[in-house]
Nanobody, 122 residues
Framework: QVQLVESGGGLVQAGGSLRLSCAASGRTLRTNVMGWFRQAPGAEREFVVATTWSGDSTYYGDSVEGRFTISSDNAKNTVYLQMNSLKPEDTAVYYC???????????????WGQGTQVTVSS
């Protein structure tokens, strides 16, 4: 049973930083890749970033590249999303997800966390 649990969301002012965590349990071949997506009210779920557990392949969405950084700690089965230079348009529920291979499409990801709210005030 794969479980993904996010934490670290909250309220921050524009220009600030937050770090999200995603703890994964029950890892399988279907969880070779860990990704972050986000969904703002009334919008579709948007790809943010994805990486392999080894860190040898990482793919960033255009809207966050250069501001967000994904990293992983294999010993802790945890993936982190460091978000810097946050903007009001980054406000969304952020979801951790797992997939068997690197991709940016929602339905390529088999497992999802419950989401954590990130709110950036102007």
């Amino acid at each position: 049973q794969v479980q993904l649990v996010e934490s670290g969301g909250g309220l921050v002012q524009a220009g600030g930083s937050l770090r999200l965590s995603c703890a994964a349990s029950g890892r399988t071949l279907r969880t070779n890749v860990m990704g972050w997506f986000r969904q703002a009210p009334g919008a579709e779920r948007e790809f943010v970033v994805a990486t392999t557990w080894s860190g040898d392949s990482t793919y960033y969405g255009d809207s966050v590249e250069g501001r967000f950084t994904i990293s992983s700690d294999n010993a802790k089965n945890t993936v982190y999303l460091q978000m810097n230079s946050l903007k009001p348009e980054d406000t969304a529920v952020y979801y951790c997800a797992a997939a068997p291979r690197l991709g940016y499409v929602v339905n390529e990801y088999y497992y999802w966390g419950q989401g954590t709210q990130v709110t950036v005030s102007s």
